[in-house]
């Protein structure tokens, strides 16, 4: 078996073939730290660490970098409805809680974890050779992209022009400076008393998704193997991305394979802030193990939505137990059972299926708990449980990812 994986761009699962031989370069949309993270993060962030842990496993190495949007509408917003608190002080605050949760639920740190502020410089300079390559105009102090001068413009969503121009879009702002309905900002003019930064159009702040083609390109280079990030970044945030990089570079594609998580909804109603229903992984985590939890989210494959009720993380509680104490029984560091490891790695081929993969490893825990287990099954048993990330198989903690707060 080989690693495939589904790309968005194509709608397909195809052979991963990484641009560099051994070498896998990732890149996955973070958060914007106005606020607290829920259930929907925890899910993203989970299930990416364990494809970086499946990837690292299968004998890569693996660049991760994460983004951490510190300046946009939303942080602006908050800044002042707090009475004008600094937006680096909002931001270091929900950074922490963030980064709190993710440790405890022993996700592996990013390789590098850049802050948009830190890179206005790479923000500008993708402007002007975007400008330069002929897809940006400038409007009085704002910066478009020209969505029409963009052969591929459309590709990722896999629809034409005409209908991603009916979708709902955030991208709206300053319709009437525009030339075309799908145009996007690069560099915008900001209101009086707002963070701003000198550019060769005047003061200004990034737009929103240059920041993610700055970060990418500096960390990363011209060409990526793997972008995550959630299905509801498709349209416009990614589709727009792979606009700019590849207007920027010169270089296509700019990204492998497109992945995006499904959303986690609460009894069925997407889980969002303005509906008020978001469930907090730090809050669950005060009842459940964060391994339980760990086992709640990697239950789904990535791609699926998870529908969340409180009576979600109870109904694994015995499941939970028999994978925890068949991964901790005597024996379980011994040996190597081959039948247990290609199964795993067939289900995790095939597009990281962690519930059949999870499935695979119920069956083997349950022969051990039974005293039926093959040689070396226990021992094997804990290893693949390690790689999906769990910390009572011995998994690799937090901190061995390489950024160190
Ligand atoms: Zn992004």
């Not at 937006?87 to 592996?108: K, M, P, Y």
């Not at 802050?115 to 409007?139: D, M, P, S």
């Not at 791609?303 to 979600?312: L, M």
């Not at 390690?386 to 903690?397: E, I, S, W």
């Amino acid at each position: 078996m080989t690693l495939r994986l589904y790309s968005s761009l194509g709608g397909k699962k195809s052979e991963f073939r990484s641009l560099e031989p051994g070498k896998v370069r990732m890149y996955v949309c973070g958060v914007t730290p106005y606020d607290v993270t829920h259930l929907g993060h925890a899910f993203s962030y989970v299930q990416f660490d364990a494809l970086r842990r499946y990837l690292t496993w299968s004998g890569y190495e693996v660049k991760y970098v994460q983004n951490l949007t510190d300046i946009d509408d939303d942080m602006i917003m908050v800044s002042k409805r707090q009475g004008g608190r600094p937006i680096s002080q909002i931001r270091d605050e929900n950074d922490a809680i963030l980064r709190r949760d993710l440790d405890r639920l022993n996700v592996l740190r990013p390789s590098a974890y850049p802050f948009a502020t830190q890179h206005i410089a790479e923000v500008i300079a993708t402007t002007e050779k975007i400008i330069a390559n002929g897809c940006g105009y400038v409007v009085d102090g704002d910066v478009f992209f020209e969505a029409a001068k963009f052969a591929g413009y459309g590709r990722l969503n896999g629809v034409t022009v005409e209908e991603l121009a009916t979708r709902e879009n955030p991208e709206s702002k300053r319709e009437y400076k525009k030339r075309g309905p799908l145009d996007f900002l690069l560099w915008q003019q900001v209101d009086p008393g707002d963070p701003s930064w000198p550019s060769p159009w005047g003061p200004g702040r990034p737009g929103w998704s240059i920041e993610c083609t700055a970060m990418s390109t500096t960390h990363l280079g011209k060409q990526i193997d793997i972008h995550g990030g959630g299905l509801d970044l498709i349209f416009p945030h990614h589709e727009n991305e792979i606009a700019q990089a590849e207007c920027a570079t010169g270089q296509a594609p700019f990204c492998g394979w497109w992945m995006h998580n499904g959303m986690v909804r609460l009894d069925g109603v997407k889980m969002s802030k303005s509906l008020g229903n978001l469930v907090l992984a730090r809050d669950l985590m005060e009842d459940f193990e964060a391994d339980h939890l760990r086992l709640y989210l990697l239950s789904h494959q990535y791609r699926e939505s998870a529908d969340y009720s409180a009576s979600a993380l109870p109904a694994l509680a015995d499941r939970y137990q028999r994978l925890k104490t068949a991964a901790t029984a005597e024996g379980a560091a011994e040996g190597e059972d081959l039948v247990l490891r290609a199964q795993f790695q067939a289900t995790m081929d095939d597009d990281m299926d962690t519930p059949s993969a999870l499935y695979v490893l119920d069956r083997a825990a349950q022969r051990v708990l039974d005293g039926k287990a093959r040689g070396g099954e226990a021992a094997t048993l804990r290893q693949c449980l390690g790689v999906l990330g769990f910390g009572f198989a011995g998994a690799r903690g937090p901190e061995n990812g390489d950024f160190n707060p």
